[in-house]
């Protein structure tokens, strides 16, 4: 039986460019692996905040961004202010953040499922004739997490 998008998932792809959604719908539909839309389109400030964690206050300051975002016991989300879920000038968003449901963050079992859903979405991709690029192979050389690349919920259109 085939996955469906909820609401709150349909919900968080407002605004995300239509290419993109294309291919979450399209994934969705043939994924072994069910799974729900964390994030799509991000203001600068929620991403300062996800740039917080991980981060000290020192660090922070470093980089200009309010130090009480710091929270430097938590897991690294993001290396960059920076975001290609921003609205582009295009009016578009053009990145999504993905997660296999029910959430599963920890343990071994969590890789084999995000990459169940990276084959979803490369092959949803290659139908639709969209590029797509995944935050656990940012060089897009077909060889996941080899660089140390851990953004496995992150993808985004490229060209």
């Keep these: 039986m085939p ?7 349909r919900a968080r792809l407002k605004g995300v460019h239509p290419q993109l959604v294309r ?4 994934a969705i539909e043939i994924s072994p692996q069910d799974f729900l839309v964390l994030e799509g389109v991000r203001t600068p400030q929620r991403q300062r905040q996800l740039y917080g964690q991980g981060r000290t206050r020192q660090e922070l300051a470093r ?3 309010d130090v009480s975002l710091a929270k430097p016991s938590e897991g690294k989300v993001t290396w960059t202010l920076i975001s290609n879920h921003f609205v582009k000038a295009d009016g578009y968003g053009h990145a999504v953040d993905l997660a296999p449901y029910p959430v599963d963050w920890e343990g071994p079992t969590r890789f ?3 990459d ?3 084959k979803a979405m490369f092959q949803a991709a ?3 004739g969209i590029g797509l690029r995944w935050g656990a192979d ?3 050389d077909g060889k996941p997490r080899e660089r140390g690349e851990t953004d496995s919920p992150h993808f985004e259109l490229a060209a």
């Design 3 to 9: 996955y469906a998008l909820g609401a709150q998932s």
């Design 23 to 26: 291919v979450v719908e399209r």
């Design 63 to 65: 980089a200009g961004v």
């Design 112 to 114: 084999p499922k995000f």
């Design 116 to 118: 169940a859903i990276a």
């Design 126 to 128: 290659r139908e639709l």
């Design 138 to 140: 940012w060089d897009r």
